[in-house]
């Protein structure tokens, strides 16, 4: 089992930055591609972006690309999402998830995580 535990997330006028964590105490993290989603209510949850275990490649949402970037450290067992430039289409609920390094799914397909955080909150004001 594989607990992820979020943070970072609040609220933040438009234009502004947050960065969120995802920090996976006590496993094998580089062992797991990461991927953050977001959902707002009434919605699927959606892809933001993904990076795989070596944090070598990652992909984004074409709606975050270039204001966002997703990174890990795994000698700290943690991925995280710098988000800047942020937008009042931006407010979700933000959710980071771990796939196995050897999922046969797309990292932008849900069906490709077994473990899932809590999500955090991101509100931003217009």
């Known amino acids: 089992q594989v607990q992820l535990v979020e943070s970072g997330g609040g609220l933040v006028q438009t234009g502004g930055s947050l960065r969120l964590s995802c920090a996976a105490p006590g496993r094998a993290f580089s062992m797991y591609a990461m991927g953050w989603f977001r959902q707002v209510p009434g919605k699927e949850r959606d892809i933001v972006a993904t990076?795989?275990?070596?944090?070598?490649?990652?992909d984004y949402a074409d709606a975050v690309k270039g204001r966002f970037t997703i990174s890990r450290d795994n000698a700290k067992n943690t991925a995280y999402l710098q988000m800047n430039t942020l937008k009042p289409e931006d407010t979700a609920v933000y959710y980071c998830?771990?796939?196995?390094?050897?999922?046969?799914?797309?990292?932008?397909?849900?069906?490709?995580?077994?473990?899932w955080g809590q999500g955090t909150q991101v509100t931003v004001s217009s």
């Open positions: 990076i795989r275990w070596s944090g070598g490649n990652t």
């Open positions: 998830a771990a796939a196995s390094r050897y999922t046969p799914y797309s990292l932008r397909s849900l069906t490709a995580y077994g473990y």
